[in-house]
């Protein structure tokens, strides 16, 4: 098992966000480790990318984008939902990759208990509705402003593992961002990546 290091976000977005699916992101905590498969991503990447949050220029909450390749980004939405993005490119250069879904892997019961959720397995590779989108992702795993503007990394207890989970290019699917209708042109761009059930 490799974890990954730094410089695998330090570049182009799109690609660190296609080369995220099939990765273990890991979760440590209270001594427990949590392990979901990444599934789907989405790329937001630079200036002009009108989805982006950084379009709307260098403001205290988007600082974080500008920063160092591998920080944690983490915003809320609709005021109660965490997302947990991983920032990309150079220092100065806005971007990152939005985590969307992922597999649990390890820790679904105490998944469970985050969620507030009495879920079965119903699917070959993961628990329906555990963690099949970016909120009921940080809830699960227990991700909130805490971490944002941090490195991933052991030292944070949030890391990203490499376990040899083979992902071709034909098990891929780019598809629209979600929920970007107001980008203008930006939200045609196929910057969401998803992988494909085996």
């Given at each position: 098992?490799?974890?990954?290091?730094?410089?695998?976000?330090?570049?182009?977005?799109?690609?660190?966000?296609?080369?995220?699916?099939?990765?273990?992101?890991v979760?440590?905590?209270?001594?427990?480790?949590?392990?979901?498969?990444i599934?789907?991503?989405?790329?937001?990447?630079?200036?002009?990318d009108?989805?982006?949050?950084?379009?709307?220029?260098?403001t205290?909450?988007?600082?974080?984008?500008?920063?160092?390749?591998?920080?944690?980004?983490?915003?809320?939405?609709?005021?109660?939902?965490?997302c947990?993005?991983?920032?990309?490119?150079?220092?100065?250069?806005?971007?990152?990759?939005?985590?969307?879904?992922?597999?649990?892997?390890?820790?679904?019961?105490?998944?469970?208990?985050?969620?507030?959720?009495?879920?079965?397995?119903?699917?070959?590779?993961?628990?329906?509705?555990?963690?099949?989108?970016?909120?009921?992702?940080?809830?699960?795993?227990?991700?909130?402003?805490?971490?944002?503007?941090?490195?991933?990394?052991?030292?944070?207890?949030?890391?990203?593992?490499?376990?040899?989970?083979?992902?071709?290019?034909?098990?891929?699917?780019?598809?629209?961002?979600?929920?970007?209708?107001?980008?203008?042109?930006?939200?045609?761009?196929?910057?969401?990546?998803?992988?494909?059930?085996?």
């Open positions: 098992m490799m974890i990954l290091e730094q410089n695998f976000f330090d570049r182009n977005t799109n690609l660190v966000a296609q080369e995220l699916l099939g990765k273990i992101l979760r440590k905590y209270k001594n427990i480790y949590l392990k979901v498969r599934t789907e991503t989405e790329a937001y990447h630079g200036f002009d009108l989805a982006s949050h950084a379009s709307r220029g260098r205290p909450r988007t600082e974080v984008m500008y920063g160092e390749a591998g920080l944690i980004y983490v915003y809320l939405i609709y005021g109660m939902y965490y947990l993005n991983l920032v990309t490119m150079p220092v100065d250069f806005p971007a990152a990759v939005l985590i969307r879904t992922a597999w649990p892997i390890e820790g679904m019961e105490q998944m469970r208990k985050m969620r507030g959720k009495d879920t079965k397995f119903v699917q070959k590779n993961g628990i329906e509705g555990l963690t099949n989108g970016p909120g009921k992702l940080c809830q699960a795993l227990a991700i909130d402003k805490h971490l944002n503007n941090k490195i991933i990394g052991m030292q944070n207890n949030l890391w990203i593992e490499e376990d040899g989970y083979v992902v071709r290019q034909k098990d891929i699917v780019c598809l629209p961002r979600v929920g970007v209708d107001y980008a203008r042109h930006c939200r045609e761009w196929k910057w969401r990546y998803k992988l494909m059930e085996k």
